[in-house]
């Protein structure tokens, strides 16, 4: 399997429930698709003006195609994909510029997926599976970010993922099948 036509299946297995656009430059940074849920739940009693409790959670997802003339996938190419995530989306997509998210953000996940009908270097694959970024707003009262990321490479079959993004494998496995 190509890597675009795995993107056009991610596209499909997201489209129900994303708000999905097809690219996206951020940072330098072009990617192929970006998508964004949100939900926010709330408990009241009788009427909605007498609420209980509000949250709201989000996440933000980046694709990128990785094609085999860039080369292979190498830790540093892998370091300028994910900066612009830490650096832009965190401070403008989760918190909206401000110092903290809004009043009642629960949780945010931005995850960064890299298909590749290429070779990734295992350099590049054991520093995704290490790799973390998330914080913590005003002890969690804000609410927290984790930043999940996963890389394919439909050439070898194989998903790897960071801690977060783990639960993802099983479904990327499933579409490549």
């Not at 996938?73 to 650096?87: A, G, N, S, Y």
């Not at 960064?112 to 990734?120: A, Q, S, W």
């Not at 969690?140 to 783990?166: H, I, P």
């Given at each position: ?27 330098g ?41 860039e ?34 953000h ?17 350099e ?44 993802l ?9």
């Open positions: 399997m190509q890597a675009d036509s795995f993107v056009e299946k991610l596209k499909q297995f997201y489209t129900s429930t994303f708000d999905l656009e097809d690219g996206l430059l951020l940072g940074q072009a990617y192929d698709v970006y998508g964004h849920f949100n939900v926010d739940n709330s408990r009241y009693v009788l009427v909605k003006k007498a609420k209980l409790w509000e949250a709201n959670s989000q996440e933000h997802l980046f694709i990128r195609s990785w094609k085999k003339e080369g292979p996938l190498t830790v540093e190419k892998l370091q300028e994909l994910i900066r612009p995530l830490e650096e832009i989306a965190e401070p403008q997509y989760v918190r909206g510029g401000e110092k903290y998210p809004p009043k009642n629960m949780y945010s996940f931005l995850t960064l997926v890299i298909v590749t009908d290429g070779e990734i270097e295992d590049t694959i054991r520093f995704a599976k290490k790799y973390k970024f998330g914080k913590t707003y005003l002890f969690n009262f804000r609410g927290y970010l984790e930043t999940r990321l996963v890389l394919v490479s439909t050439r070898d079959n194989l998903v790897t993922t960071n801690q977060q993004g783990k639960e494998k099983k479904a990327y496995l499933k579409l490549m099948a």
